[in-house]
Protein backbone atom coordinates (compact mmCIF):
# COMPACT_ATOMS: atom_id res chain seq x y z
CA UNK A 1 0.00 0.00 0.00
CA UNK A 2 1.55 3.38 -0.93
CA UNK A 3 1.25 6.66 1.23
CA UNK A 4 -1.55 8.13 -1.14
CA UNK A 5 -3.74 4.68 -0.29
CA UNK A 6 -3.55 4.84 3.15
CA UNK A 7 -6.93 4.91 4.95
CA UNK A 8 -7.50 7.68 7.02
CA UNK A 9 -8.90 7.09 10.36
CA UNK A 10 -12.57 7.69 11.33
CA UNK A 11 -12.35 11.07 12.87
CA UNK A 12 -15.31 10.81 14.61
CA UNK A 13 -14.40 7.86 17.43
CA UNK A 14 -11.74 10.03 18.56
CA UNK A 15 -13.52 13.40 19.02
CA UNK A 16 -12.61 14.57 22.53
CA UNK A 17 -9.83 12.40 23.51
CA UNK A 18 -6.57 12.76 23.44
CA UNK A 19 -3.90 11.50 20.50
CA UNK A 20 -0.44 10.86 19.82
CA UNK A 21 1.61 10.79 16.25
CA UNK A 22 4.26 8.66 17.52
CA UNK A 23 7.05 9.15 14.84
CA UNK A 24 10.36 6.50 14.92
CA UNK A 25 13.55 8.40 14.74
CA UNK A 26 15.90 7.28 12.65
CA UNK A 27 18.98 9.39 12.30
CA UNK A 28 22.41 8.38 10.40
CA UNK A 29 25.55 9.97 11.59
CA UNK A 30 27.61 12.04 9.52
CA UNK A 31 29.54 10.55 6.70
CA UNK A 32 27.06 8.08 6.06
CA UNK A 33 27.14 6.89 2.16
CA UNK A 34 24.87 8.81 -0.18
CA UNK A 35 22.23 5.75 -0.31
CA UNK A 36 21.53 6.01 3.08
CA UNK A 37 21.41 9.85 3.06
CA UNK A 38 19.01 9.91 0.47
CA UNK A 39 16.57 6.72 2.24
CA UNK A 40 16.39 9.20 5.60
CA UNK A 41 15.63 12.22 3.87
CA UNK A 42 12.85 9.89 1.46
CA UNK A 43 12.04 8.76 5.07
CA UNK A 44 11.48 12.37 6.51
CA UNK A 45 9.25 13.45 3.55
CA UNK A 46 6.85 10.66 3.83
CA UNK A 47 6.73 11.35 7.29
CA UNK A 48 5.98 14.89 6.77
CA UNK A 49 3.13 14.01 4.47
CA UNK A 50 1.77 10.94 7.02
CA UNK A 51 1.29 13.35 9.50
CA UNK A 52 -0.35 16.08 7.23
CA UNK A 53 -2.70 13.26 6.37
CA UNK A 54 -3.18 12.58 9.67
CA UNK A 55 -3.81 16.14 11.20
CA UNK A 56 -6.80 16.65 8.16
CA UNK A 57 -8.70 14.00 9.99
CA UNK A 58 -8.06 14.47 13.35
CA UNK A 59 -6.86 17.88 13.94
CA UNK A 60 -3.65 19.86 14.49
CA UNK A 61 -0.70 19.03 16.44
CA UNK A 62 -0.49 21.17 19.43
CA UNK A 63 2.47 19.79 21.02
CA UNK A 64 5.47 18.39 19.54
CA UNK A 65 7.61 15.91 22.11
CA UNK A 66 10.99 14.78 20.80
CA UNK A 67 13.55 12.29 22.74
CA UNK A 68 16.52 13.75 24.59
CA UNK A 69 14.70 17.45 25.06
CA UNK A 70 15.23 19.23 27.97
CA UNK A 71 14.83 22.64 26.66
CA UNK A 72 11.74 24.00 24.78
CA UNK A 73 11.64 27.24 22.47
CA UNK A 74 14.52 28.48 20.35
CA UNK A 75 16.98 26.46 22.39
CA UNK A 76 15.13 23.50 21.94
CA UNK A 77 14.93 24.04 18.25
CA UNK A 78 18.68 24.01 18.10
CA UNK A 79 19.40 20.67 20.38
CA UNK A 80 16.85 18.91 17.74
CA UNK A 81 18.75 20.54 14.82
CA UNK A 82 21.90 19.45 16.40
CA UNK A 83 20.40 16.06 17.41
CA UNK A 84 18.26 15.61 14.32
CA UNK A 85 18.96 17.78 10.81
CA UNK A 86 16.81 16.71 8.48
CA UNK A 87 13.94 15.77 11.01
CA UNK A 88 14.42 19.79 12.75
CA UNK A 89 12.72 20.95 9.39
CA UNK A 90 9.52 18.93 10.09
CA UNK A 91 9.67 20.21 13.75
CA UNK A 92 10.41 24.04 12.95
CA UNK A 93 7.29 23.49 10.41
CA UNK A 94 4.85 22.48 13.34
CA UNK A 95 6.00 24.81 15.61
CA UNK A 96 5.55 27.65 13.09
CA UNK A 97 1.77 26.55 13.02
CA UNK A 98 -0.16 25.45 15.35
CA UNK A 99 2.45 23.42 17.96
CA UNK A 100 4.37 24.00 20.71
CA UNK A 101 7.86 22.48 20.93
CA UNK A 102 7.60 21.07 24.78
CA UNK A 103 10.30 20.15 26.86
CA UNK A 104 10.20 16.43 27.24
CA UNK A 105 13.16 14.92 29.76
CA UNK A 106 15.06 15.68 32.30
CA UNK A 107 18.08 17.07 31.84
CA UNK A 108 19.88 15.68 35.03
CA UNK A 109 18.71 12.28 33.50
CA UNK A 110 19.63 12.59 29.77
CA UNK A 111 22.86 13.97 31.12
CA UNK A 112 24.09 11.02 33.32
CA UNK A 113 22.29 8.56 31.03
CA UNK A 114 24.63 9.85 28.22
CA UNK A 115 27.51 9.16 30.29
CA UNK A 116 26.96 5.46 31.55
CA UNK A 117 26.45 5.34 27.67
CA UNK A 118 30.05 6.27 27.51
CA UNK A 119 31.66 4.20 30.12
CA UNK A 120 29.84 1.17 28.05
CA UNK A 121 31.43 2.22 25.21
CA UNK A 122 34.85 2.68 26.31
CA UNK A 123 35.46 -1.01 26.62
CA UNK A 124 36.22 -1.93 30.29
CA UNK A 125 38.23 -3.99 31.97
CA UNK A 126 36.97 -4.49 35.34
CA UNK A 127 33.85 -7.22 35.34
CA UNK A 128 32.43 -5.21 38.47
CA UNK A 129 32.85 -1.39 36.61
CA UNK A 130 30.97 -3.15 33.73
CA UNK A 131 28.43 -4.22 35.60
CA UNK A 132 28.05 -0.91 37.60
CA UNK A 133 28.15 0.80 33.98
CA UNK A 134 25.36 -1.55 32.73
CA UNK A 135 23.17 -1.19 35.58
CA UNK A 136 23.66 2.59 35.51
CA UNK A 137 22.97 3.01 31.71
CA UNK A 138 19.23 0.37 32.53
CA UNK A 139 18.16 2.52 35.44
CA UNK A 140 18.74 5.90 33.69
CA UNK A 141 17.38 5.10 30.52
CA UNK A 142 14.12 3.48 32.29
CA UNK A 143 13.79 6.50 34.65
CA UNK A 144 14.03 9.01 31.14
CA UNK A 145 10.92 6.49 29.50
CA UNK A 146 9.12 6.96 32.66
CA UNK A 147 9.54 10.56 32.67
CA UNK A 148 8.60 11.12 29.30
CA UNK A 149 5.06 9.31 29.63
CA UNK A 150 4.29 11.77 32.37
CA UNK A 151 5.69 14.71 30.49
CA UNK A 152 3.03 13.41 27.79
CA UNK A 153 0.32 12.57 30.32
CA UNK A 154 0.54 16.15 31.91
CA UNK A 155 0.56 17.95 28.77
CA UNK A 156 -2.29 17.09 26.42
CA UNK A 157 -5.45 17.83 27.50
CA UNK A 158 -8.88 16.62 26.49
CA UNK A 159 -9.11 16.74 22.55
CA UNK A 160 -5.39 17.14 22.44
CA UNK A 161 -3.12 15.97 19.73
CA UNK A 162 0.66 15.86 20.35
CA UNK A 163 3.41 14.73 18.22
CA UNK A 164 6.37 12.01 19.89
CA UNK A 165 9.36 11.76 18.21
CA UNK A 166 11.51 9.04 19.65
CA UNK A 167 13.73 5.64 18.80
CA UNK A 168 11.68 2.84 17.51
CA UNK A 169 12.55 0.16 20.32
CA UNK A 170 11.72 2.91 23.34
CA UNK A 171 9.59 1.27 26.42
CA UNK A 172 7.70 4.32 27.23
CA UNK A 173 4.21 3.42 28.34
CA UNK A 174 1.49 5.40 27.31
CA UNK A 175 -1.75 6.56 29.77
CA UNK A 176 -4.85 3.85 28.16
CA UNK A 177 -6.78 7.51 27.52
CA UNK A 178 -4.05 8.54 24.47
CA UNK A 179 -5.10 7.23 21.02
CA UNK A 180 -1.57 6.46 19.59
CA UNK A 181 -0.99 6.43 16.04
CA UNK A 182 1.80 5.00 14.37
CA UNK A 183 3.75 6.72 11.57
CA UNK A 184 5.05 4.22 9.41
CA UNK A 185 5.70 5.30 6.00
CA UNK A 186 7.05 3.45 2.97
CA UNK A 187 10.75 4.61 3.85
CA UNK A 188 10.62 3.44 7.22
CA UNK A 189 10.74 -0.65 5.52
CA UNK A 190 13.45 0.51 3.27
CA UNK A 191 15.73 1.65 5.94
CA UNK A 192 15.37 -0.44 8.06
CA UNK A 193 16.37 -3.56 4.92
CA UNK A 194 19.29 -1.04 4.30
CA UNK A 195 20.43 -1.48 7.54
CA UNK A 196 20.03 -5.30 7.40
CA UNK A 197 21.94 -5.29 4.20
CA UNK A 198 24.91 -3.69 6.07
CA UNK A 199 24.89 -5.49 8.70
CA UNK A 200 25.10 -8.88 6.88
CA UNK A 201 27.65 -7.85 4.55
CA UNK A 202 29.87 -6.64 7.85
CA UNK A 203 29.34 -10.40 9.39
CA UNK A 204 29.87 -12.48 6.17
CA UNK A 205 33.46 -12.90 5.36
CA UNK A 206 34.39 -12.10 2.34
CA UNK A 207 36.12 -14.80 0.15
CA UNK A 208 39.33 -15.34 -0.77
CA UNK A 209 40.95 -15.68 -3.80
CA UNK A 210 43.02 -18.78 -4.26
CA UNK A 211 46.64 -17.57 -4.41
CA UNK A 212 49.07 -18.20 -7.36
CA UNK A 213 50.83 -21.31 -5.52
CA UNK A 214 47.45 -22.88 -4.82
CA UNK A 215 46.19 -22.43 -8.20
CA UNK A 216 49.37 -23.88 -9.47
CA UNK A 217 49.08 -26.61 -6.80
CA UNK A 218 45.32 -27.51 -8.11
CA UNK A 219 46.95 -27.22 -12.00
CA UNK A 220 49.49 -29.78 -11.81
CA UNK A 221 46.97 -31.84 -10.10
CA UNK A 222 44.52 -32.02 -12.63
CA UNK A 223 46.96 -32.28 -15.06
CA UNK A 224 48.53 -35.65 -13.38
CA UNK A 225 45.13 -37.34 -13.09
Known sequence: MTLGQMPKPEADQ??????LFLVP???FPPGMPEEAQQLEQRYWS???DHVQNLERSLGPVHHVFHEM????GDQGLRLIEAMNPLGCSFVNTLCSSTATLQITEDRATVEENMDWQRCVSVGLM???VIGLARDGLQETTQKRY????TRIDETLKESDNGILFIREDHRVQFPSDIQVFYVAPPGLDAIKRWINQQMQSYSTPPT???SDESQETADS????D
Open 46 to 48: EVR
Open 14 to 19: FIGKRK
Open 221 to 224: ETTS
Open 69 to 72: LYED
Open 126 to 128: SER
Open 146 to 149: DYIG
Open 25 to 27: NYI
Open 208 to 210: EEP
